[in-house]
């Protein structure tokens, strides 16, 4: 049995969860400039927050008034409660994304999708310290797959490529069961090894960088491969040399270097590109 949002999270977050219900006045149909009330579940405690500017009105309708009585989706740790407003807007795409792959993958991995864009909205919200006690909890409650399903979730593997690769199994017009076993069994696979990407997790360096590209690039089907290096220090350590050393692998090119943020963290993304007709071994 596939356990509820607010069970997974009781058990990354052990102890008593004081949760708030978040309470929008629905008479307002634009921009929310106006303060929301804040109720304490436990002692009726009211407070007034404001929400931000970029917040609107009908991106959080009906999640608030009606989703809080079912789920946790209008309740939130009080001390939690300004960036759980911030992640309303995004709660109807996260819910759609887990429809489409309930039942359809192994019930462990479910759960761990979940957790993961929780950890996920946290660091949007740019509350990195929750997002990083949320992440270890995560990985010691997943050991084995929650660190690659998170990466799969960050990266946009879930809502793009994998989407694409169930939606194409579901359009061949197999049974549901055939459709589960068949999506489980590929998941599954990328879980255990996933040959299109690298993330670069703290403790490698580029020596070890080096023999995750060497593993996927000497695939004869691996034509590109993309790279993700998180965080300052990370990037400082580990780019410049391995830019330099694709620069010298005859065969092989950094088609692109993409420079973004996560919360405030910098990240980067580099594709390498294997030209088949030049290319001998990395």
């Not at 911030?86 to 993958?105: D, P």
């Not at 946290?122 to 084995?144: M, Q, W």
């Not at 055939?178 to 999506?183: A, E, G, L, T």
Request: proline residues 4%; contains cysteine; positive net charge.
């Amino acid at each position: 049995m596939v356990m509820g949002f607010k069970d997974i999270l009781k058990k990354l977050i052990p102890g008593d969860i004081n949760l708030v219900k978040i309470v929008v006045d629905n008479s307002k149909n634009t921009v929310i400039k106006n303060p929301i009330i804040i109720v304490d579940s436990k002692i009726g405690e009211t407070r007034e927050y404001t929400l931000p500017n970029t917040v609107k009105y009908e991106d959080v309708k009906g999640n608030v008034d009606k989703l809080y009585k079912k789920d946790i989706s209008g309740f939130v740790r009080k001390d939690l409660a300004l960036p759980e407003v911030g992640m309303m807007a995004a709660r109807q795409k996260r819910k759609k994304i887990f429809k489409f792959y309930k039942e359809k993958i192994p019930p462990e991995h479910y759960q761990a999708m979940i957790c993961a864009y929780t950890i996920m909205e946290f660091e949007d919200a740019g509350d990195g310290k929750s997002a990083n006690e949320l992440f270890d909890k995560f990985v010691r409650r997943f050991p084995n797959c929650g660190r690659h399903i998170y990466n799969f979730c960050r990266s946009g593997l879930i809502e793009g490529k994998f989407w694409t690769e169930l939606g194409m199994i579901i359009f061949q017009g197999a049974s549901p069961d055939v459709v589960r076993d068949k999506f489980a069994s590929i998941f599954t696979s990328y879980v255990e090894f996933y040959p299109h990407a690298i993330w670069v997790a703290p403790p490698m360096n580029l020596e070890a960088v080096g023999r995750e590209i060497r593993v996927r690039i000497n695939r004869k089907e691996i034509i590109r491969l993309d790279i993700y290096i998180r965080g300052k220090e990370k990037i400082r350590l580990i780019e410049d040399d391995l830019v330099y050393l694709i620069d010298h692998k005859k065969g092989l090119s950094i088609e692109e270097i993409s420079r973004y943020f996560i919360g405030n963290t910098p990240c980067v993304r580099i594709t390498l590109l294997k030209d088949t007709k030049t290319f001998r071994t990395f």
